[in-house]
């Protein structure tokens, strides 16, 4: 029988990023158990409400997937890649990724922390490309925050990535 973990909304006042670590564990554990998968609704939370008000969105979006005949769950990262001079990023459940509205990617690097926009030319089919200059890269997270912003980056059936930390 197959199992949906409905991945925690946004919510602000949880513990220092706490719910980011339990989106990370949700996500680990939809790929360890046979038939269960992660659904997302990371893009759906309120601020200050733990339980949000417009459900309908998530609702519409669990249907979906639940009637087979869209992704089996959300978008995630397959595999991450240097090489060259530039990180890929493979994204999986996705065949095109698209930017609606703002999407920001961290990058720990042994000096310290950049934060960068993601833009439209950062994008190709189901990866994401970026230049770097330097090969002292730790770690890349994406959302990685209790009450995410900038998560702008959805795959062509208008699901969200899930949000992700992973270290290099």
């Known amino acids: ?3 949906k973990i409905i991945q925690l909304p946004g919510y602000s006042d949880y513990p220092k990023d706490s719910a ?6 949700q996500l680990k554990i939809s790929l360890q158990i046979p038939n ?11 601020e200050h409400n733990i339980h949000p008000t417009h459900k309908k969105k998530m609702g519409l979006r669990l249907g979906r997937i639940i009637s087979g005949g869209d992704y089996a769950g959300t978008p995630f990262v397959k595999k991450l890649s240097y090489t060259h001079g530039e990180l890929k990023i493979e994204i999986t459940r996705c065949e095109e990724l698209n930017l609606c509205g703002k999407a920001v990617l961290k990058l720990k690097f042994k000096p310290g922390t950049k934060e960068l926009e993601i833009k439209n030319d950062n994008l ?27 998560i702008g980056l959805y795959n062509e059936l208008g699901y969200p990535l899930s949000p992700f930390k992973i270290d290099i």
Not at 36 to 46: A, K, N, Q, R
Not at 142 to 150: A, I, L, R, V
């Open 1 to 3: 029988m197959p199992v």
């Open 124 to 150: 190709k089919k189901n990866c994401l490309y970026i230049s770097l200059k330097t090969k002292d890269l730790l770690q890349v997270s994406y959302g990685y925050q209790n009450y995410p912003q900038d």
């Open 36 to 46: 269960t998968d992660l659904v997302s609704f990371v893009d759906g939370g309120e």
């Open 20 to 25: 980011a670590l339990i989106r990370q564990v």
